[in-house]
């Protein structure tokens, strides 16, 4: 499973990675944090977070009885993830794999429990966040950002442009023109309701000469 999987990883980080060897979910799991910031100069804390969402993410491995040589047996025959063994064949598998049939029916039967634990948790989780229930603030420099009733303060404003470096947070808004895109538990959301707070002339002369507003 690509490591791009994983939140706050996108192409320039993946590329980073990809030189210093890491490549996979796996790779994630067992890298040494010091050894891998220190090669990639990327943040020990940001490879910490990730590793841990290593761990969070089901993998063939996870399946009891699964260990690198038939994950290598199974990777050649296609099945490298566990979508992938849950709507497997096991009569088909076993004949291109040399692995027992039975085996493979339990890890196939293992995977569809595992599917079924995450699409709960998916469907738990995706909630949907658009003009009805969301609206962003702006107000010197920094934005306020307003989901179902609940209110983020002094979350980060980006450029166009700067998708990846958004992804870095928790939560963020990218704000072009008029419009905004709000970055928000690992998902994009677009057409967010959007105001600017503009400062009046007393507050303009009490930040230049005091820094206050």
Do not use: C
């Not at 003009?131 to 179902?148: F, L, Q, R, S």
């Not at 709000?182 to 959007?194: Q, S």
């Amino acid at each position: 499973m690509n490591i791009t999987e994983i939140k706050g990883i996108g192409i320039t980080y993946a590329k980073k990675l990809k030189k210093v060897g890491i490549t996979r979910i796996e790779d994630l799991r067992e890298m040494s944090i010091e050894e891998i910031a220190k090669k990639s100069k990327i943040s020990p804390l940001l490879l910490t977070k990730w590793k841990k969402e290593a761990y969070l993410i089901r993998i063939l491995r996870d399946i009891k009885g699964i260990g690198p040589t038939f994950q290598k047996k199974l990777e050649k025959k296609g099945i490298k993830s566990i979508e992938d063994l849950a709507s497997a064949d096991a009569h088909t598998l076993a004949k291109k794999t040399g692995i027992p049939e039975k085996k493979i029916e339990k890890w196939i039967s293992d995977a569809k429990e595992l599917m079924k634990k995450r699409i709960i948790k998916k469907a738990f989780v995706a909630e949907k966040i658009g003009p009805e229930n969301a609206h962003i603030h702006i107000k010197e420099g920094t934005a306020i950002v307003k989901i179902k009733e609940k209110i983020h303060q002094g979350v980060s404003i980006f450029n166009p442009g700067e998708e990846n470096k958004a992804q870095n947070e928790d939560i963020a808004v990218i704000i072009k023109k008029q419009d905004a895109k709000l970055w928000f538990k690992g998902k994009w959301y677009e057409n967010i309701p959007l105001t600017v707070e503009k400062m009046g002339l007393m507050d303009k002369i009490k930040k230049i000469l005091w820094g206050e507003t």
